[in-house]
């Protein structure tokens, strides 16, 4: 009698032991199992991860194209398909649309091209003077007189030529000869009323004659010396840096002297 009752409480131990490692597999597998068995709560559950899709162009390739006509064609009307010349005209335009984006990137290199090459050329007026559309130029040490250009409508027997500080005062006044007409030379010896040299900085050449009996005021460009080159940028293209702070366009340069 004993001994039934031994075996009687081994099998009820061992019962209750199944029955234990049941619940907790029953519980392991509810907790690590994600679906339901409906599938409308399954589509709808939120993921157990947080998915970033990566960042894509917003430019359309030709891969989007046929991937777009491809949507096209599979969801067109079967009784009113779509017309092959319309299919076409899509085709070309998109290749159109895509060579010009190509001859906008080629037209971007070429710019950078022409301004690099433009910077070499101009690099060889370095040391040089040039003509600038202006009447201010610099009077330093090692260039002590001021040079340019006067421009005359007509022959005029005696052009007035007047030298301005940076304050507008007159510091030296001259005459030339403008019988020839056209564009007269005018040079400044860079000496003041007393013929004293004049210290370093900007002056302006103003000049006046005599047109048809009136007092006109003349045009007048000043040669300034190239210390050095920028290379600017593709609407601009070289810029000549110039002795006294200045610079200019490689295009607004009128002429270029020898020295």
């Known amino acids: 009698m004993s001994l039934i009752n031994q075996l009687s409480q081994t099998s009820a131990q061992t019962t209750q032991t199944k ?10 597998t509810s907790t690590t199992s994600t679906s339901t068995g409906n599938p409308f709560l399954d589509g709808i559950r939120l993921p157990s991860e947080s998915i970033v899709p990566e960042a894509k162009s917003q430019q359309l390739t030709q891969e989007d194209f046929f991937s777009l006509l491809s949507q096209q064609l599979s969801m067109q009307d079967p009784f009113k398909p779509v017309d092959n010349d319309q299919m076409i005209a899509q085709m070309a335009s998109f290749s159109t649309v895509d060579g010009i984006s190509k001859l906008n990137d080629e037209i971007v290199n070429l710019n950078s091209v022409m301004t690099s090459s433009q910077a070499l050329q101009a690099s060889g007026l370095v040391g040089r003077k040039v003509l600038i559309p202006t009447d201010t130029g610099n009077v330093s040490t090692e260039s002590p007189t001021l040079s340019g250009v006067v421009s005359t409508p007509d022959k005029i027997p ?4 007047r030298v301005l500080d940076d ?4 510091v030296s006044t001259f005459n030339i000869d403008g019988s020839d007409g056209g564009n007269i030379p005018v040079t400044w010896d860079g000496l003041n009323k007393n013929g004293e040299p004049v210290s370093a900085g900007n002056y302006t050449i103003k000049a006046s004659g005599l047109v048809d009996g009136k007092s006109q005021e003349l045009a007048v460009s000043t040669y ?4 050095s080159v920028s290379l600017g940028t593709a609407s601009t293209g070289a810029i000549l840096n110039l002795r006294g702070g200045a610079g200019i366009k490689l295009s607004d340069v009128l002429a270029v002297s020898e020295t």
């Open 167 to 170: 304050k507008g005062q007159v």
């Open 158 to 161: 005696v052009i007035n030529v």
């Open 19 to 28: 029955s234990q490692s049941n619940t907790v597999a029953t519980n392991t």
């Open 224 to 227: 300034a010396h190239v210390t």
